[in-house]
């Protein structure tokens, strides 16, 4: 391996991100230069399938157009220096990147080294660049694999949908699985049937001399104001103010306790109202509770979702900021916790002693474990990588505080507690169980009821843990109880939960779907596509997912196959760790995909064609109303179009929405305005439509907006898609240049470019050939243009 020494000219390393150069320049002497790659610089193109199926899918990748100044800078520094170090991530995607930028700069292979570290420390960017080593071309072909087979159900499904559902639409290979997960749920929801059932809970107390009940009934009362009552940790505290404590109804005679009606409920209840309560049994035993692992990526987007309510993407975002460095005063730009992207809960032996240590002193002896704690891998793993732990266990989040926004704090705080608790003492509690008799009118009636004590705090010390369990006071075999509380209480079964964010996440690791790397983009994706909806924070199917999850499960089994997707998951992996032949892959998947697809599109009937029954009459003429799937989602049209063109929209369960009567009159013709609901929410239309079609769209609190003043034009050619013109459009921010072809082309660019575009149009050097020629021509208005936005966005085949 070839060793760090002292060059003839500077070596090149290259990261992705400038706050990566940054850190990581600190600790590289003056015979490196480091630069940034800003991400991916070269790619499959936007346009077309860009992969030669019939020989070896082999793709064809370009320089992306808004790295090309980049690319340029990069060789012209590669070109002046002697070695070129690629540092970029250490997983798939960082292989993929650092293998592009090898392939387009050109430097040669025995002048080019890898490196990869799991944390930007002074100590592991030495160790890796002492021990530089090469391109891990498995991984480059898995990533490749992986592109490749997601291009083509993109690109080859995408269509489709345009075709026989709406445009704009889109498929991917994990991106539909993952809806058809949320869409099954909502099915079963749709699906379920609540049963009544009936539980006979009691609140007794040891204490025969006070009668606590009507404290009891005045502490629980619910706050006329807050509509609140008190916590279920407050209510256990009282409770053992007053030794007293919850006990459940379990059996009664010889069989096990079940009411599903009131009136069964009712009758075990009347016999239990003057029975005698006393101590039949006591059990307590020591019971331990270990610390959880270490964060993995998944584990990390779970807790950030429920316990800070960040999205997976929030979460993903904080967490790079704080693996590439945040500036910590004096000690300049610190990279503070390790890779995010792992599915790893191994740690080094290093980091375990230095936590040991830190607890130690921290702490006291107490709170370590004889023998540091391990946690066993789940399957397929990583074992190469580390754990999400901070880079230095000494550096507290009190002591980062300062430096850091508040959601790196927060999250750096979830990070450093639960790495320091994973190497603590378990927390051990004690137990008890009570038996309970009550010698009812009608049989012996047995009751149950379970404390905890926590004897010694362990890693709760550094994690707390959730306040839910109840103390029991001290009793004795055949003592005497007295009821606080007795009363019988409906219950109904629920149906499964929708699922979250945190949810969803473990849902897909658990079923072997996507990756960690993915979750994050996979979860944005299906909501940009309005193929779900967050509804406090619960996902929702729309009906545009429902339609393209049954047409997809229809014409392509496999694909929408769980089982499948897991096999194709673990295909990919294998190209990396057992070298795998990534062709092959492919065209195991190919071949029954392109049939599926050439059915699909012979037969795949549009959306718009179908209808469902439904259980409405039509208002007009009395037949049957069925389901259409429409722009706006589905609505209910009666069975008798075109004859009886009578229609109207539904609600998420399918009922009819009729229009609301508002206090609002028509602006043009002064007729009253009705409340609607179309695909963006709900809006303002005049009662008399059709004979008048004018609309208002709603504010956050509910009142018509004003009209937005048309675009105006300016006559200048859009550059990027030759046809289009720029039109002066309004924003929050100010009046900014937009192709007039939105949203077919996205190109925008900021106002201070429209006069000299003007005069470059007149003369005959607008639009541009090339994007060489552009970044020229806007390059001399920089100064007086900081508002430039990317010009087209590129178009997401698909997102794993």
Known sequence: MAKREKATGKSLVIVESPAKAKTINRYLGPGYEVHA???????????????????????????????????????????????????????????????????????PDDKTYRVVFNEITKSAIARAFDSPGKLDMDKVMAQQARRILDRIVGYQISPLLWRKVAKGLSAGRVQSVAVKMIVEREQEIREFKEEEYWLIPTVLSTDLQIDLRGDWERFTAVDPDTQKGPTVAQQNEWLAAHRAFRAELYQVGDARFEAHTKDKADTILAGLKDAAFKVADIKTRRSETRPAPPFITSTLQQAAANQLGFSTDRTMRIAQQLYEGVELGSMGMVGLITYMRTDSTHLSPQAIQESREFIAGSYGREYLPQTANA??????????????????????????ARYLTDEQHRLYDLVWRRYVACQMAAAQYDVTNLEITAESKAALCRYRATGRILVFDGFTRVLPARAGDQELPKTAIGDKLSVVEIKAEMHKTKPPARYTEASLVKALEREGIGRPSTYASIITTVQDRGYVEQIDRKFHATDTGEVVTRKLNEYFPRIMDLAFTRHMEE????????????VSVLEEFYGPFKENLDKAMELMKHAKAETMPSDYKCEKCGRQMVYRFGRSGRFLSCSGYPECTFAIPCDKNGKPQKDEPSEFKCPECGKPMVYKTGRFGRFLGCSDYPNCKTVQRLDKEGRPMAKKPPAEPTGIKCHRCKTGEFVI??????????????????????????????ELQAAGQWPPKSDEELAAILGKDKKTDKSEKPGRRKKSDSVR
């Open 37 to 107: 790659s800003m991400g991916h610089v070269r790619d499959l193109p936007s346009k077309g399938l860009s992969v030669d199926i019939e020989h070896g899918f082999e793709p064809t990748y370009e320089v992306s157009p808004g790295r090309r100044r980049t690319v340029t800078s990069l060789k012209a520094a590669a070109k002046k220096s002697d070695k070129l170090f690629l540092a970029t991530d250490l997983d798939r995607e960082g292989e993929a990147i650092a293998w592009h930028l090898s392939e387009v700069l050109g430097v």
């Open 375 to 400: 946690y066993v891998p789940k399957k397929g793993a990583q074992e190469a990588h580390e754990a999400i732990r901070p880079t230095d266990v000494k550096v507290t989040p009190d002591d980062a």
């Open 571 to 582: 295909e990919l992996d294998k190209i990396e760790e057992q070298h795998l032949d990534w």
């Open 729 to 758: 459009r309004q924003s929050r921010r100010g009046p900014f240049l937009g192709c007039n072809k939105f949203p077919r082309c996205r190109t925008l660019l900021g106002i201070a470019h429209l006069e000299h575009l003007k």
